[in-house]
């Protein structure tokens, strides 16, 4: 058999030629190209292409190149879509870019982070016998430094000893410098706590730095101010409870009096005067019974679905009667729309709510005016307003209208100024809100819906 020896020549050219068409096809638009394993010609020649780079000249190594390219091309394309190659320098750069992204940068350091806590509460801490944090930094710094000076005398066999002291002397006072900065502001805190203890709470640390330590000052300026604030709230009660603990009993003291030593006389209104002080007395020692309840979270509620419009009309005579007592001539209208409304609540509390509410607006309203008091049904939740013909309550006031012993322009009303306390209270456990509305004088609360 006769071999012609134009056709490996030609075999080279064909497999070169779609070399270049593809490289240049897979530049632009990146074909999905399979391996065709199907034409001998075609393997052939690019293995051909492939014994003959190391052989020929530059040009013909460019040329080889150009299929080794194409060849990889080829291979990378019949992979899986999404599989990169592991020889493919930019590829294997796309995937570090895409696995470690920011969030996953983040969750690493996360991780590593919580090793190493972990492991720091495992592994053992000869430096918590020593009692200063300059010592311990001076430490620290000698053992760096003996490292160092154990290597370089390795490396270079000989080291000087004044380069030597020189160093352990810089060593020493870089420490004692970065400890001064260290623990001025734990000493600080200490002299600060030390002050707190004797019921002090005006110091405060000074917090300069963003590390560590500066964050733990001004925590400790923070805790310093709720503690002033906790205690500056304990006076107020104790002043305001004495003070209203002290109202009825020195009236009520003073009545007696009068009928033991025959001044007065034991009459019916002389004994309706001493009955309202004992109320007044009795009704301050539940609410603030109630309100201690509350606050240490023993307040259970007992929810259940009642009907809107009778709720209102028992709350509404109660507070007539009570507005009677008064003398303040007081009258009160309800508008309940519509009047099948429900809603799922603890009835005694959110009558509880609903008369003190009455009863403010009876207290400190003009005499003689109307109280209305309206119930409707927006955005699926129950909104119920108390309204009063007052001027209203000036801004300013209205963000501490809900505070303990908070009072409005009248103070001769006899209230206790805890009603609106708990009211506030009630309404939160409930998941509603309680606030001032605009126009007049006018509380709206808003609980969830049936």
Not at 113 to 128: F, G, M, N, Q
Request: glycine share 8%; proline share 5%; hydrophobic share 40%.
């Amino acid at each position: 058999m006769s071999t012609n020896p134009a056709v490996p020549d030609e075999g080279l050219a064909q497999g070169n030629l779609s070399a270049q068409n593809d490289s240049t096809h897979s530049a632009h638009d990146q074909p999905a190209v399979q391996n065709d394993t199907s034409s001998p010609a075609k393997v052939s020649a690019q293995n051909v292409g492939a014994q003959r780079s190391t052989a020929t000249d530059d040009g013909s190594l460019k040329l080889d190149g150009t299929a080794d390219v194409h060849t990889a091309g080829v291979v990378r394309r019949g992979r899986a879509r999404g599989e990169a190659d592991d020889d493919h320098p930019s590829a294997s750069g796309l995937n570090r870019g895409r696995d470690f992204g920011p969030v996953q940068r983040r969750t690493l350091v996360d991780q590593l982070r919580a090793i190493s806590d972990k492991v720091a509460e495992v592994l053992p801490r000869p430096l918590d016998r020593v009692r200063s944090i300059k010592l311990k930094l001076a430490i620290l710094m000698l053992c760096a430094g003996g490292i160092a000076f154990g290597y370089f005398r390795f490396k270079i066999g000989w080291l000087p000893p004044k380069t030597t002291l020189a160093s352990v002397a810089i060593a020493l006072v870089a420490s004692q410098f970065l400890a001064h900065g260290i623990t001025r502001p734990l000493r600080e805190m200490t002299a600060a706590a030390k002050t707190m203890a004797h019921g002090d709470y005006t110091r405060r640390v000074r917090a300069t730095s963003r590390d560590e330590v500066g964050q733990l000052a001004e925590a400790f300026n923070q805790m310093a101010a709720d503690l002033a604030a906790a205690d500056q709230q304990r006076r107020d009660l104790i002043a305001n409870v004495s003070h209203e603990l002290r109202t009825p009993i020195t009236a009520l003291n003073a009545l007696l009096e009068n009928v033991v030593d025959g001044v007065s006389e034991p009459d019916p209104k002389t004994l309706r005067t001493a009955l309202a002080q004992t109320e007044r007395l009795s009704l301050l020692v539940s609410e603030l019974l109630d309100l201690s309840s509350i606050e240490a979270g023993a307040f259970p509620l007992d929810r259940e679905s009642l009907d809107v419009a009778p709720l209102l009309a028992e709350v509404v005579a109660e507070a007539d009667v009570a507005a009677a007592a008064l003398g303040r001539g007081v009258r009160f209208t309800t508008d309940v729309q519509p009047s099948t409304i429900r809603v799922f609540a603890d009835s005694a509390r959110l009558h509880q709510v609903l008369l003190n509410l009455l009863d403010n607006a009876a207290r400190h309203g003009p005499a003689g005016g109307e109280v209305r008091v309206t119930a409707r049904r927006q955005s699926g939740k129950l909104v119920i307003e108390v309204a009063d013909d007052g001027p209203g309550i000036p801004p300013a006031e209205r963000a501490r209208v809900f505070d303990r012993f908070t009072r409005g322009g009248r103070t001769d009303g006899g209230g206790t100024g805890l009603g609106l306390a708990i009211s506030r209270w009630i309404v939160d456990l409930h998941g509603g809100t309680i606030a001032v509305a605009d126009p007049g004088s006018r509380i709206r609360v808003v609980l969830p819906g049936h």
